[in-house]
């Protein structure tokens, strides 16, 4: 851990960089949701505090699209659980604070997120600036291959509160065959990518439009383990801003700030509500 000096020196840059920045990237994983309620499944452990049910089998073996093949039940009993959660939770403050940054910024500003939540739409972020690098639970596809995908408004899975099993009828395709979540799981060589593709491409042409800028990234709870978002992050930014509490370094020509998002964001918003640049729009 850095001295309580240096973080806050660390706070100190990070809000200068903001307010003199062009353009945000805003990049999330699942280390943003925490501060929601909701889980992170980091490792084993994690996995099985979240799902005490699934003890002795790991996130992997769950969330795959054999699982669907051989035990329907069991896979929607899991599927079906994180949706009713993340349908529950409400974004914390930190989803605010982002927009009101990036709504500032001279050059716009994009959201890339690994979590599936859907909280970036909650959090009323336009959905042409999201890009769901791994999906989304809030739509579905057909686990038998018909081409189309669709929103899970509609969707209830009722779920037994003990084996976490779904104990209510499955939700279908229109074809009659299965449905299952239109994200990317474990061993996944059946995810329709229509709607990542479509986000990417927007994302990829907004880039375009501020190669020469200033265009700081704010990286909150991205992990180590499927880096996609840090990697992202890392290539796009002139400078980073990385908020991780399992980081003890800071990414080559950017800033760690050890902490949560929520607590991250927050002081930092109180740092630039005082900041003469960012205050004025004077950029
Ligand atoms: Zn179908």
Redesign the pocket.
Known sequence: MPSPTALESDYAAAAELLANADALLIGAGAGMGVDSGLPAFRGNHGFWTAYPAYQGQSFADIACPETFSVDPQLAWGFYGHRLNLYRQAAPHAGFAILRRWAEAMPHGYFVMTSNVDGHFHRARFPPERIYECHGSLHHLQ?H???PDTWPADAVQVDIDPHTFRARSALPR?????LARPNLLMFCDGGWLDTRYRAQQRRYRDWLETVQDRRLVAIELGAGTAIATVRHTCEYAAWRLIRLNPQDTEPPAGGLLLPVGALAGLTRLDAMLNQHPVFQSGNR
């Open positions: 057909c038998e291959g018909c395709c229109s074809c009659g065959g």
